[in-house]
């Protein structure tokens, strides 16, 4: 099970970086445990950041992300995958160019997987949201 979790996890980075939304969420299963560490009321400059549950919004969310941000930004360091059974976390550095105020910024992350059946079960979140939505703001 751990190859399989790491093999997974491996293939929604290549995804990611690939930029298919759709792509991304085949990865997961059809309801997902879905949490980012975010206030419940959200912020306007970020609103991909709130509740998911479904495969399709999964796809919105990578989606919305996609829009917000000017392509190709790389990651400044390579993100690290722990594994253990059907769970991962991955520890990562998210650099990106905000399209509305032309801001950069770099916010670090962890994310929380669970792995079944070769899909995404849970995808739990946890950044420097406020980094992102400073860069996000007018």
Request: charged share 25%; glycine share 6%.
């Amino acid at each position: 099970m751990p190859t399989e979790t790491r093999a997974v996890i491996e293939e929604f980075l290549t995804r990611v970086v690939a930029g298919d939304p759709d792509r991304i969420a085949e990865l997961f299963a059809g309801e997902v445990d879905w949490q980012l560490n975010w206030p419940a009321e959200g912020h306007p400059a970020v609103p991909w950041i709130r509740p998911r549950r479904t495969r399709s919004d999964v796809a919105d969310h990578f989606r919305e992300i996609a829009e917000a941000h000017t392509p190709g930004t790389p990651p400044s360091r390579a993100p690290e995958i722990l594994v253990d059974g059907a769970d991962a976390v991955l520890f990562a550095e998210i650099s990106q160019i905000a399209k509305a105020t032309g801001r950069a910024y770099t916010a670090l992350c962890a994310l929380r997987f669970t792995v079944r059946d070769g899909v995404i079960t849970r995808y739990h979140v946890y950044e420097d949201s406020l980094s992102v939505a400073v860069a996000l703001g007018e």
